[in-house]
């Protein structure tokens, strides 16, 4: 099979597509996928330089990628509830940057999605869920989001909204149309950030979840009093020196399963949407990883193996 490998952690260039690679079998409660869609994420290039070993620990020759869309192609002893030929959506064992993977965990995909909207649903629905549990957002309190406009942010923002929740959004101007059309409140990251959030939100913020990871950590804390608890970070490497809460790791998978379902349902009715920025074919992953890296995209990266 096809697939994108590197076996040294580095830049883009470590990156390397090749073929003629051993398609996996599935093992005990797993499936292999024949992969339609795959979804780029920042955690891919940090995994790619050795940034996240304490979440995800390597061992070479390494597959990136971690959520998919897909087709059962077979099925490992003891899985019951999918057939071959299903079409599902969820996260893999073995890297999703090929044609073939084996997951554990996935849900069916919505006839009504798209391969490319239901690879871009995983990663970031379960981690904006899991960062608004984390912070026990409720409706009528006020939600900072650094990096709303992102995948991740761009999920929290709605499921927050939808839930009653008042969300300030930090985001470049570009972005400022996208994040009103969510329902958020957006202002400019920078320099006198503290002032234009206080304008914003004059009863001040009630909790921060930090999916940029620029230097956002000194300023949320300004923001909440000093009140460091209900601040949540995915981003910011220097959480523990801040005495900040670094959420690394899916939650319990059960939730997840669920809360990934519900989140394909929303999605086919518009009340979750995530944009698609671009599509790659699976030969150009280290370009793809390259514009990830570089936070420009306006929306989703999806290689097409």
């Not at 797993?30 to 620990?57: L, M, Q, S, T």
């Not at 996935?106 to 006839?111: F, L, N």
Request: proline letters at 6%; hydrophobic letters at 45%.
């Amino acid at each position: 099979m096809e697939a994108i490998v590197y076996e040294e952690f580095g830049g883009p260039e470590v990156l390397r597509h090749v073929s003629g690679l051993a398609v996996p079998e599935p093992g005990e409660g797993e499936i292999r996928v024949r992969v339609a869609a795959v979804g780029v994420n920042p955690v891919d290039h940090k995994r790619r330089y050795g940034w996240v070993e304490a979440f995800y620990p390597t061992t070479f020759p390494a597959v990136p990628g971690l959520e998919f869309a897909g087709t059962v192609d077979a099925l490992g002893p003891g899985v019951t509830g999918v057939r071959v030929g299903d079409e599902i959506l969820g996260w893999t064992t073995t890297g999703a940057y090929a044609q073939y993977a084996l997951s554990d965990l996935w849900v069916p995909k919505p006839a009504e999605l798209s391969w490319e909207q239901a690879a871009s649903l995983p990663v970031a629905g379960e981690t904006a869920e899991r960062v608004l549990d984390l912070l026990g957002v409720r409706a009528g309190e006020t939600l900072l989001l650094h990096g709303a406009a992102g995948a991740v942010g761009s999920a929290a923002v709605q499921l927050a909204v939808a839930a009653g929740v008042t969300v300030i959004g930090t985001a470049s101007e570009r972005n400022h149309a996208y994040l009103k059309s969510l329902g958020a409140i957006p202002v400019t990251y920078g320099e006198g950030l503290a002032a234009r959030v206080r304008a914003a939100a004059p009863d001040g913020v009630d909790a921060v979840f930090d999916a940029a990871g620029h230097d956002t950590l000194p300023v949320s804390i300004e923001l909440m009093a000093g009140e460091k608890t209900r601040i949540v970070t995915i981003a910011a490497p220097d959480a523990e020196a801040h005495g900040i809460v670094f959420s690394g790791v899916i939650g319990d998978r059960e939730k997840v399963r669920e809360d990934l379902t519900t989140h394909a349902k929303l999605a086919t009715t518009g009340a979750l949407t995530l944009r698609v920025a671009q599509t790659f074919p699976l030969k150009d992953a280290a370009r793809a990883q390259e514009l990830s890296e570089s936070s420009r995209a306006q929306g989703k990266l999806i290689l097409l193996p």
